[in-house]
Structure formats: structure tokens, C-alpha cells
């Protein structure tokens, strides 16, 4: 007959080893997902900047101009023309998002720099910090 006394806590013991790697890639996985969330966020807020820059074209001095600096800084940054308090992405600015409009080769380029500050944002043990910055660019073609 096999005796099980020997093995008592042995689960426990296990679980104890795992558990912390266990934690640690679930951290990760969600992290991630949360990164890539925010990544798409960033380059649909740049796309609809740089179609409106191009469609909003009333007013501007010449026929192949662009919407104002201005106007295409809130539309990325807020999601409408009347920016206010309400962000797409925590933390982008309108200093973040920078505009080319090179009228030699009719495109204009939206390019936003946002600074991703992660869930964990530093470990208490290491003391670096995981801050990354996202960079992305979209371009459009102002004229035939």
C-alpha cells in the first residue's frame, strides 16, 4: 500500500513556485493588450486628423491648402473640432502632434508622439520605469 502522508502540502508547495510566473505573465498579457489598444487609438485619432485636414479645406488661401493647424490638433487630440478636457488617449496633448504640409509634393503628414505610461508603471524592487513612447505617422495626398 502507497503512503500519502509524504506528500502532504506538495500541491502547496508547487503552487507557491508557480503561482508568481503564473501572475507575472498574466501581467504581461494584459499589458500588452492594453499597449496595442492604445496604439490603435492613436493612429484612428491620426487618420481622422489628416482626413479632415484634407476634407475641411473651407477658408484656406489657396485650392490645394489644408485645415488649420489648430482645427487638425483637435480632432486628434479630442476627436472633435471643440477640444476640451476630454482626451482620446490620457495624457496626448496637442504639442504631441506635429503637421508637414509640404505643398511640393501635395501630401500633408499628421505625426503624433504619445507617451504610454503602463498600469505598472515602475517596480518598486528595479526602480526603472516601463514608459514607452509611441510614435505614429499618417499621410494623405492634398491634390490630384
Known amino acids: 500500500m502507497i503512503n500519502f502522508k509524504r506528500n502532504r502540502g506538495l500541491a502547496a508547495l508547487e503552487m507557491v513556485f508557480v503561482l508568481p510566473i503564473l501572475l507575472l505573465l498574466l501581467v504581461a498579457i494584459v499589458e500588452m493588450g492594453r499597449m496595442f489598444m492604445h496604439y490603435t487609438t492613436l493612429n484612428k485619432a491620426l487618420q481622422s486628423g489628416v482626413r479632415s485636414a484634407v476634407v475641411e ?73 516601463f514608459d514607452v513612447t509611441m510614435t505614429a505617422s499618417t499621410i494623405m495626398r492634398t491634390a490630384p
Open 57 to 129: 479645406t473651407y477658408g484656406t488661401e489657396r485650392l490645394s491648402g489644408i485645415a488649420s493647424v489648430d482645427y487638425i490638433q483637435s480632432i486628434v487630440v479630442c476627436g472633435s473640432s471643440i477640444c476640451d478636457t476630454n482626451t482620446v488617449l490620457p495624457g496626448l496633448t496637442k504639442a504631441d502632434i506635429s503637421i508637414d504640409d509640404s505643398s511640393i509634393s501635395n501630401y500633408v503628414t499628421v505625426t503624433a508622439n504619445y507617451d504610454y505610461v503602463p498600469i505598472f508603471s515602475s517596480l518598486p524592487i528595479i526602480g526603472t520605469s
